[in-house]
């Protein structure tokens, strides 16, 4: 099918580590970044001849800006500067940047804290559970040279939403990003999804630093769009938005029954039975039995116990992927029709589902050919 698209209008910037602009990058040879949901995500660019290497600091930022017509750029990505390649190709230089996005910051900061302590084991809604442990371990309420607040433009926490499904969780120790990762999938198994992101905070003038905001999302990163929304969008191949679909169902590795070992030894140690009895109701076969050692917890806690299991259940759930890429059409635009994070319709194999749009890839060829290709996923 032919589909001509007029070029997106785009501009790149390279900062300091604080966020300040240093350079316009208006003659890049090629870029390539990605938005992921509940993850970091990665970027590439690549620099000819004239890009001055001594601009290069562990930490730069890069600035990324997109629109369809004047006065509509808005940041799509911004990201910290992790790695880069200084090389030559047939007697010209060349420069490869590459980084993540602002959610890495999670990964450089442990739990650091004891089993037991209120840092490390928390009862909350899981949206207000993942604020609290990035306030504990990077923001206001973390020690010494831990805390962001100060760093660059600032470091700050969305305020508490209370959107999340009740958790109980214990986290000694762990990395920041997987615990927070964990707690979203545990209030989703509970039924409301969360989301969460660093978010780059910009000034008007786009001319002082960055600062950074620490924020969650239930029912979609982005905006409602499905079918029942008062602006839908629908994919499919009717529409010629999709390609490469696939749906799948697989129960081979289900578990929907599980007993939680906690604290004690023999006849003596703690146990909870918890079960997805719409699940093991699918079959008359269909018990499907799991342990999960939860030893770290303290003795008497149940909560700790029933949490665990859950978080087990969820992560020994069947499968159900409805798979596939969104494509660009001239009447479906990314980042005028359409964001990644959407909640939109989506219809394949005789299937209509819901799906979030859970990742986007953006790239530009050295021919100055840009391809956007986005992935949406429904799990159940």
């Known amino acids: 099918m032919g589909r001509v698209l007029t070029p997106a209008i785009t501009e790149i910037y390279l900062c300091d580590p604080t966020g300040v602009r240093i350079e316009a990058l208006d003659y890049i040879t090629s870029y390539k970044y990605a938005l992921i949901a ?45 790695a880069w390649l200084f090389g030559d190709e047939n007697g010209l230089e060349y420069t490869e940047l590459h980084g993540v996005s602002p959610l890495h910051l999670l990964t450089r900061r442990i739990v650091a804290n004891y089993a037991g302590s209120a840092q490390a084991s928390m009862t909350d809604q899981a949206d207000d559970m993942v604020k609290a442990i990035v306030k504990d371990q990077l923001g206001s309420d973390a020690v010494g040279a831990r805390d962001l607040t100060s760093v660059g433009g600032g470091f700050t926490i969305q305020a508490d939403l209370a959107d999340g499904q009740s958790i109980t969780k214990g986290f000694s120790w762990k990395n920041v990003l997987e615990i927070c990762q964990e707690i979203a999938d545990a209030s989703a198994r509970a039924g409301t999804e969360v989301y969460f992101d660093v978010v780059p905070i910009v000034a008007s003038s786009v001319t002082g630093a960055i600062a950074f905001q620490f924020r969650t999302y239930t029912g979609q990163r982005g905006s409602d769009r499905t079918q029942d929304s008062e602006s839908p969008v629908f994919v499919g191949t009717e529409w010629g938005n999709f390609q490469n679909g696939s749906l799948y169902y697989d129960y081979t590795d289900e578990k929907n029954y ?28 269909n018990r499907c039995e799991g342990s999960k050692d939860a030893r770290h917890l303290e003795f008497g806690d149940a909560d700790g116990r029933t949490g665990d299991g859950n978080t087990y259940l969820y992560e020994h759930k069947p499968l159900f992927i409805f798979d596939g890429e969104i494509v660009e059409t001239p009447a479906f635009r990314y980042g005028r029709d359409w964001f990644f994070g959407d909640r939109i319709t989506a219809t394949y194999a005789g299937v209509t589902k819901d799906a979030m749009i859970k990742k986007v890839v953006v790239s530009k060829d050295e021919g100055g050919q840009e391809k956007i290709t986005a992935y949406l996923e429904v799990e159940e």
């Open 38 to 82: 509940n993850n970091y995500s990665p970027f590439s660019i690549m620099l000819p001849a004239k890009f001055d290497r001594k601009k290069i600091r562990l930490d730069n930022i890069i600035e990324i800006w997109r629109g369809h017509e004047p006065g509509t750029l808005r940041l799509d990505y911004c990201g910290f500067l992790r």
């Open 258 to 285: 599980v007993y939680v070992m906690g604290a004690g030894e023999g006849n003596l140690r703690e146990t909870t039975e918890l079960s997805d009895t719409a699940q093991i109701g699918m079959s008359i076969w």
